[in-house]
């Protein structure tokens, strides 16, 4: 499979902050790649430097090939994206900035294609194009982004924080569409902090943490790292039948909780099919209890430390695993 984006040891310093501090990050093509962490983790950082928007203070980048920095106007030409706040032009209209948009990245505005594929996606998002950029909202204004980037076809579409402002309905269909590029042939890389949105679309996830990679796979791979959550009916008055490797056991409401690693749910089953267990329910664990479980008790003292290195060093702003801004 070719390899769309990749770094080694890379490296990006504010003074003495790291915002990078060896990331190494691999983007196969044809995938959705999630780029997954803590606000002030690094991610923004690695996508300026991939855009060619900044430069590493050492290390290696390479997207689609090319240097981003060196090559930086030859891979604009293929790729898209959007970045979690956007600004628009008060004076210009939705339709006015999104074909703006779209005739930077080289499009014929005037061609039925275009034309018919802009329609599609305004009403998709439920955009009027007709209102001027200042009576817009953060989200409609992520609109505007998005629909510029979706509507003319790219190699790589790289999303930071795309979906800040939207609301649930619109998240839908952001996730349907990038589906639809993925299965159009084309490659994404969505950096979020959400970890609904990156459980529910992404191929292949990468979580970075302090700067660097601590986990990549896909999501099946990863959660070997947390445990699996099981319940079933039972008596309070009655003690649950022993369980081989079960963790937190505890009986309430009449259900019987606890939790297994997930590597050793088949290794229950039987035992549990012996005693006739009614109303047998198996959660298989989110990427939320995943990031949570195995790296919640650091994430504290990294923003501690670390805080603002998506942003200027000076920047400091109160931080939340899993939260929106």
Not at 80 to 85: F, N
Not at 112 to 130: H, I, K, Q, V
């Amino acid at each position: 499979m070719d390899t769309v984006v990749r770094t080694r040891d890379l490296h990006k310093h504010y003074g003495a902050v790291h915002a990078l501090d060896g990331l190494d990050l691999t983007v196969d093509a044809g995938q959705i790649h999630g780029f997954l962490g803590p606000n002030g983790a690094g991610k923004s950082t690695a996508i300026r430097i991939l855009l060619g928007l900044a430069r590493s203070t050492r290390g290696e980048a390479s997207v689609l090939g090319m240097d981003p920095w060196n090559d930086a106007v030859a891979v604009h030409r293929r790729i898209a994206s959007v970045p979690g706040d956007v600004s628009v032009w008060p004076n210009l209209s939705g339709g006015e900035a999104i074909d703006f948009l779209a005739r930077l990245r080289g499009a014929d505005t005037a061609s039925a294609a275009y034309r018919d594929e802009r329609a599609r996606l305004l009403g998709a998002f439920g955009f009027d194009p007709r209102k001027k950029g200042r009576a817009y909202s953060k989200g409609n204004r992520q609109k505007v982004a998005l629909i510029a980037a979706l509507a003319v076809p790219a190699d790589l579409y790289v999303l930071d924080e795309p979906t800040s402002g939207l609301d649930p309905l619109m998240e839908v269909v952001f996730q349907r569409e990038l589906r639809r590029v993925r299965d159009a042939g084309a490659t994404v890389l969505l950096s979020s902090h959400i970890l609904s949105e990156v459980e529910q679309v992404c191929d292949r996830v990468s979580i970075i943490r302090a700067g660097r990679i601590v986990e990549s796979g896909t999501l099946t791979d990863l959660r070997h790292l947390t445990r699996t959550a099981v319940s079933f009916a039972a008596n309070e008055h009655d003690a649950p039948p022993a369980l081989p490797g079960v963790h937190d056991l505890e009986v309430t409401d009449g259900r019987a909780h606890f939790t297994v690693d997930s590597d050793q749910v088949a290794g229950i089953l039987p035992a549990l099919a012996a005693h006739d267990v009614e109303g047998l329910r198996v959660a298989p664990p989110s990427l939320e209890e995943l990031f949570l479980r195995h790296y919640g008790e650091d994430v504290s003292a990294d923003a501690a430390t670390r805080d603002g290195t998506d942003a200027p060093p000076t920047r400091r702003a109160a931080r939340r695993v899993g939260r929106r801004p």
